[in-house]
């Protein structure tokens, strides 16, 4: 479904990507993980639209996606999560909602609003609060259903757990998990490297810009390299 191939970006003069390639095919989870700094923000960045890719290509569904705006992009079929949730905090937990599906042309919107709110009953209680009033963790729920609104075959989630409680973030795993069931594709961008290779089939390990490791999680779950990528020894 994502072909990734020797792609390089970065930011003004710095190369942050030195020739990533990977790929993910239809149904799988796959998770990309690796210290902070390591590249992954940017990847999925690149994937999306939001950082210009400078070689390299990126492949969606047999069509070249790497030069083409990040609305285009969610209209092929690729909705992003992001990090830090980035709800839009003065507008409503349904407005927030209806901006996911603002590049859908189909008359359904509403009712996916409903299904929303029935994956996640807090989107029904909370639907005229501004969504910046929300805690961390709704306004998480909020924004993987604003990425779902947008109907994607490949929904991207970068750093889903980060800075919520364990609690929380054991629904959020929960939460992945049935996307995942329903047969949406997923990418996944994760510090907390249990999780990660708890939910995806396959992972990529990322080492200052560069995949240094790939396998499926049965066969790195006890891998010391990815010990020492979290480590640092
Ligand atoms: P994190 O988990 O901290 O988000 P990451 O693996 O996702 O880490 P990136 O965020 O992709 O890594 O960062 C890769 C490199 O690019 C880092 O050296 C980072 O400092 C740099 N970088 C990221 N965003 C920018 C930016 N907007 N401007 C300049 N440099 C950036």
Not at 19 to 45: D, P, Q, R, Y
Not at 113 to 141: C, N, T, V, W, Y
Not at 178 to 207: F, P
């Amino acid at each position: 479904m994502l072909e990734v191939r020797d792609l390089r970006a970065g930011y003004g003069t710095i190369e942050v990507l030195h020739g990533i390639s990977f790929e993910v095919k239809a149904g799988e989870c796959v998770a990309l993980i690796g210290a902070n700094g390591s590249g992954k923000t940017s990847t999925l960045k690149a994937i999306c639209g939001l950082l210009p890719v400078r070689a390299g290509s990126v492949t969606f569904e047999g069509e070249r996606i790497d030069r083409l705006a990040g609305h285009v992009i969610v209209e092929r079929g690729i909705a992003m999560c992001p990090e830090g949730r980035q709800v839009f905090p003065e507008m409503t937990v349904v407005e927030n909602l209806r901006i996911g599906a603002y590049a859908r042309k189909d008359a359904e919107q509403e009712s996916d609003i409903a299904a929303m709110q029935d994956l996640f009953p807090i989107l029904r209680e909370r639907a005229q609060q501004d969504a910046g009033k929300l805690s961390g963790g709704e306004q998480e729920m909020l924004a993987i259903a604003r990425a779902l609104m947008a109907r994607p075959k490949l929904c991207i989630f970068d750093e889903p757990s980060l800075g919520l409680a364990p609690k929380i973030v054991a629904e959020v795993e929960a939460t992945i998990a049935r996307i995942k069931a329903r047969g949406i594709t997923t990418l996944l961008v994760e510090q907390n490297s249990a999780m990660a290779l708890r939910l995806a089939d396959r992972v990529y390990l990322y080492e200052s810009g560069e995949i240094v490791l790939t396998g499926t999680s049965a066969e790195l779950r006890d891998d010391p390299a990815i010990a020492r990528a979290y480590l640092g020894e």
